[in-house]
């Protein structure tokens, strides 16, 4: 079983539509990482959290600890936001040196 | 800004080759990861490095080895290149441990023919 899951694994909208995709994990963490990927491979971060819920323009990130995790929702879906998004967790068991755990990340087209 | 490059985009090997992908960081991070990312795999962690000559396993290190001598510099190598190697390979830093975002490069797309 991996221990970073997402879902949906391909996501098709239309352009105005609100957008989640999901992630659950099944290790300790020190922190919850939302990675986006446009066609072309460069890799940005979105968001790190550990806790509670970071917003940034039409993007919000939550994670509930207790229940293993995150949700990263895209308000007002653009076309522009077509991209992989990937799920990453920094595990929190000893000798970790900030090494991340990946999901295998959710496709995102959007229509217009 | 940090600024994470890698030394090639694309390229092209024959199997059998020794193949070096350069990476560098401009921001004083202490650490520095090579992963590879194949279709329905995701990204995997083949080495990282917390320090100068300092070096650590990954999930799948066999068939490559790293180098770095330099703090801004981590290098990772194919002694013999064989086509199971053809991937995109990303390099990323970070400041320090878990609590720390990585930044990544712009990838390698690496074909062994």
């Known amino acids: 079983k991996n221990e970073v899951e997402q879902s949906p694994q391909n996501l098709t909208a239309q352009e105005g539509e609100f957008i989640t995709i999901n992630c659950s994990y099944s290790?300790?963490?020190?922190?919850l990482h939302w990675l986006q990927q446009h066609p072309g491979g460069g890799i940005v971060s979105l968001f790190m959290?550990?806790?509670g819920k970071k917003k940034h323009g039409r993007l919000i990130a939550t994670i509930n600890i207790q229940e293993k995790h995150s949700s990263l929702h895209i308000t007002a879906s653009h076309p522009r936001d077509s991209a992989v998004y990937i799920c990453?967790?920094?595990?929190?068991?000893?000798?970790?040196?900030?090494?991340?755990?990946f999901g295998k990340g959710t496709k995102l087209s959007v229509k217009p | 800004d940090v600024k994470v490059t890698q030394s090639s985009r694309y390229l092209v090997k024959r199997t059998g080759e020794k193949v070096f992908l350069e990476c560098v960081q401009d921001?004083?991070?202490?650490?520095m990861f090579w992963y590879r990312q194949d279709p329905g795999l995701g990204l995997r962690l083949i080495y990282f490095?917390?320090?100068?000559?300092?070096?650590e396993k990954g999930d799948i290190p066999e068939g490559y080895s790293v180098s770095r001598e330099k703090k801004e510099r981590f290098s990772l190598i194919l002694e013999s290149a064989s086509t199971n190697q053809t991937s995109m390979y990303l390099c990323?830093?970070?400041?320090?441990?878990?609590?720390?975002?990585?930044?990544f490069g712009p990838g390698t797309r690496l074909t062994v023919t």
């Open positions: 990323a830093s970070s400041l320090g441990g878990a609590a720390y975002e990585q930044y």
């Open positions: 290790v300790g963490i020190s922190a």
């Open positions: 959290l550990s806790s």
């Open positions: 990453a967790v920094s595990p929190n068991y000893g000798g970790s040196q900030g090494n991340l755990i």
């Open positions: 921001m004083d991070h202490e650490n």
């Open positions: 490095s917390y320090d100068v000559k300092m070096k």
